[in-house]
């Protein structure tokens, strides 16, 4: 099954600078990646995603890099803002087989510092 | 984006009680629909897979007695926790693909504590 990493588990950036975040992969049928942003108490919410006909993706402050050679992506965040503030999850899917599981990483926990 | 729904919000019980929660696709259907748990600092673990008008799948090691799931409509699925424990306590979250897009869209959890 797939598996995948996510490093670093925690994040410190001063507001204003650039965040990265990275994960890796096991599966290489994997060919969906989304991230999502977790606050405290609530659900999961969808910020980006990148498919692997894509390297990358952008979105305002916030990019999605891919490479499907390496397995590997990464979440960029630019410009930080004290709200950036959450836990951020990274993921993949192989989508061929119909069933959208997704396998999750274990999180970052990103501190945006005024 | 799509809207996934769940009730209740939070829910506190006293053990060996049985607990339902809910979870809807308020403006898109959905065949399939996932239960997830999470415990403090810790990622999202797949429980099960709602399937409409059939059985649920269960992860490996997750009791299907123990969380039973309904899956009677294309807007609803329901986790039902029966005859819970304090080691059930936990945040219970939901989600549903977005028709073939792969896109998943999370509810907004329901944190359960049991007495």
């Known amino acids: 099954g797939e598996n995948v990493e996510q490093h670093p588990s925690t994040l410190s950036v001063q507001e204003g600078d650039s965040a990265v975040i990275k994960c890796t992969y096991s599966?290489?049928?994997?060919?969906?990646f989304p991230w999502y942003k977790q606050e405290l108490g609530k659900g999961p919410q969808l910020i980006i995603d990148?498919?692997?006909?894509?390297g990358e993706k952008k979105d305002q402050r916030i990019a999605v890099t891919l490479n499907k050679t390496a397995k590997h992506f990464s979440l960029h965040i630019t410009e930080t803002q004290p709200e950036d503030s959450a836990v951020y999850f990274c993921?993949?899917?192989?989508?061929?087989?119909?069933?959208?599981?997704?396998?999750f990483g274990k999180g970052t926990k990103l501190s945006v510092i005024p | 984006g799509a809207v996934v729904s769940q009730h209740p919000s939070w829910v506190i019980c006293k053990s060996g009680t049985s607990v339902k929660i809910e979870c809807r696709s308020l403006?898109?259907?959905?065949?399939?629909m996932f239960w997830y748990r999470q415990f403090p600092k810790q990622s999202l673990m797949l429980m099960a897979t709602?399937?409409?008008?059939?059985?649920?799948?269960?992860e490996q090691g997750v009791e299907k007695d123990k969380f039973l799931i309904n899956h009677a409509s294309l807007t609803l699925s329901t986790l039902t926790v029966t005859s819970a424990h304090p080691e059930d306590s936990s945040f219970y979250i939901c989600?549903?693909?977005?028709?073939?897009?792969?896109?998943?869209?999370f509810g907004p959890g329901t944190r359960l504590t049991v007495l």
């Open positions: 989600s549903a693909p977005l028709g073939t897009s792969n896109e998943q869209f």
């Open positions: 599966d290489s049928a994997s060919n969906y």
């Open positions: 990148i498919r692997s006909n894509v």
């Open positions: 993921a993949a899917t192989d989508s061929g087989a119909g069933s959208y599981q997704l396998t």
């Open positions: 403006d898109f259907q959905a065949t399939t």
């Open positions: 709602s399937n409409e008008g059939s059985k649920a799948t269960y």
